[in-house]
């Protein structure tokens, strides 16, 4: 029996796993456009209102509003918290490597396949180490784009067509209702690839796909004339998804280089599967001789359909290719299948762990006394034991997964601690917003004055407060010490450079 066909060490890997993603979720501080969601959440479910968005109650129209409605349901389940906003993501990603295993099995019919290809997802190096537990869009856009091939695949292979389109429909719609304009053409032709598979191509000239089209329109109705501003809000939307292609960028130039530049920018994002690559290079031929052609054929072309507009759109960030992240991690698994669950030799495999531990002690002791000073040493003896218990599953099982499992662990414990109290030491706003909530009552509304917007100090105040942080209202305000306002004012308190105070003529 392969390691991974046994069950116990399913459970065991999936407890690491989710213990690495899990960790950092409270000491790193909000980055990046987190507190962005956080904020825009949080006033939605203030203002009662779940389709205008705000940012310090201006209208925002950069993102549609379907993330921003998980977090506030999660938050008030919760708690409002950026731990509870980004569990989201870390569901998300195990969500997702569900439905890798489902779809694996379905198409190739091989647990042992499925099941690497689920850890495959999970240990990808831009999953564990950042996008699967930060509180952005992106991860769960991927446990999205996923749910809706695997659920459009099972229908059609059960002949029930119509469900098929009427799933498609709605969740191109809810797929728009997350990222924008995108959706209309990566589910849309991912459909047309599912009907190709099973020959169902022919269907598209019949009534069925007005069920489609009913069951995309009826959501987005919902969504549209419930807006007060409709068509600024499509305009923004439509810049916000085609500014960074080639239709919102004329310079041939900079589109050779992103020709380049994004396909090196994936191999990092995949690593360190895509290293692993050089090891079993040879064996590309293996895929096609040893497994259903039609299957790999498949995932092959859902795959590169995909990503094709990320490699010819010059914008095109990193993050974006998340949603095709599902399919590589399978073509990967039938790949390194042997690569991964390959028993290392006794002395290369000492070798590895003596390098291992010294690099463990470096991250988690000697570079990293600030973190510990800060949290205390509790994190330390988690880290301890989970060092141990992988150790233990390593010497036992001894299979390259384990040993990139245990490896990714420690890097993003070591990131974690490094960067945690460098980004806070550099951009402290949530230690501003802690010492500045103590001098403002619960539930207050307050004035954001600056003209330069910290989003993230906003976002924490809000949280600490209970209250609400707006740009043009509140009896008490948030300020720097460089933009006092103008008037009869009392402050309450100043820290480091911010301060909150009354206005006595409000």
């Known amino acids: 029996m392969q390691p991974f066909e046994d069950k116990r060490v399913k459970v065991l890997l999936l407890l690491v ?20 969601r956080i904020l825009t959440a949080y006033e939605m479910v203030y203002f009662h209102d779940w389709f205008n968005l705000t940012h310090l109650g201006e209208p925002y129209y950069s993102k549609p509003p379907l993330f921003m409605w998980l977090v506030a349901l999660f938050s008030n389940l919760f708690g409002w918290s950026q731990e509870t906003a980004r569990l989201i993501s870390v569901l998300s990603s195990f969500f997702t490597a569900v439905l890798v295993y489902v779809f694996s099995l379905k ?18 190096g831009d999953l564990i180490l950042f996008y699967g537990f930060v509180a952005e869009i992106d991860a769960f856009h991927m446990f999205l784009f996923t749910l809706s091939v695997v659920a459009i695949f099972w229908f059609l292979s059960k002949n029930r067509d119509i469900l098929a389109y009427a799933t498609a429909g709605l969740f191109t719609a809810l797929l728009f209702l997350t990222k924008g304009f995108p959706a209309f053409y990566h589910l849309p032709v991912t459909f047309l690839i599912l009907l190709i598979y099973f020959n169902k191509w022919k269907s598209i000239l019949s009534p069925k796909p007005l069920i489609g089209l009913a069951s995309l329109m009826v959501p987005l109705s919902v969504w549209y004339f419930n807006l007060k ?11 916000e998804s085609f500014r960074r292609t080639p239709l919102g960028d004329e310079k041939v130039k900079l589109i050779l280089k992103h020709l380049v530049v994004y396909p090196l920018l994936n191999f990092r994002q995949m690593l360190p599967h895509s290293f692993y690559v050089f090891f079993n290079f040879k064996k590309i031929r293996y895929i096609f001789t040893n497994f259903p052609k039609k299957g790999i054929l498949l995932i092959i072309g859902i795959s590169l359909i995909n990503y094709l507009p990320y490699l010819i759109s010059p914008g ?10 599902p399919f590589f991690a399978i073509l990967l698994s039938i790949l ?18 003596l390098v291992f531990l010294s ?37 036992r099982f001894q299979t390259w997964l384990i040993f990139t499992i245990l490896l990714l662990a420690v890097v993003k414990f070591g990131y974690i ?22 001098a403002i009552p619960r539930g207050a509304v307050i004035r954001y004055i600056p003209k330069e917007i910290n989003m993230e100090l906003c976002a924490y105040t809000d949280l600490y407060t209970k209250g609400i942080v707006l740009r043009n ?30 206005l006595k003529t409000e």
């Open 17 to 36: 796993l989710a213990l690495t993603y899990l960790y950092g979720v409270h000491y790193l501080p909000l980055r990046g456009e987190e507190a962005n």
């Open 336 to 353: 390194l299948n042997e690569f991964l669950i390959r028993r290392i030799q006794f002395f290369k495999y000492t070798f590895i762990g």
């Open 229 to 239: 501003n409709p068509n600024i809000y499509l305009a923004a939307l439509w810049n």
């Open 316 to 325: 095109a960030r990193g993050r974006y290719l998340l949603i095709v992240f």
């Open 417 to 438: 601690n490094y960067y945690a109290p460098f980004k806070e030491k550099k951009h402290p706003a949530r230690e501003i917003a802690i010492s500045l909530a103590s």
């Open 107 to 124: 198409v190739f019919k091989n647990r042992a396949i499925a099941t690497l290809s689920s850890l495959i997802l999970l240990t990808f």
């Open 359 to 395: 690099i463990t002690a470096w991250f988690l002791a000697l570079k990293n006394l600030t973190f510990f000073e800060i949290y205390g040493f509790l994190p330390l003896v988690m880290v301890g034991l989970f060092i141990t218990f992988s150790i233990f599953l390593m010497y």
């Open 473 to 502: 209202k509140g009896k008490y305000f948030l300020t720097t010490v460089n933009d006092l306002p103008k008037g009869d004012y009392k402050i309450l308190k100043t820290y480091k450079g911010w301060v909150v105070g009354i």
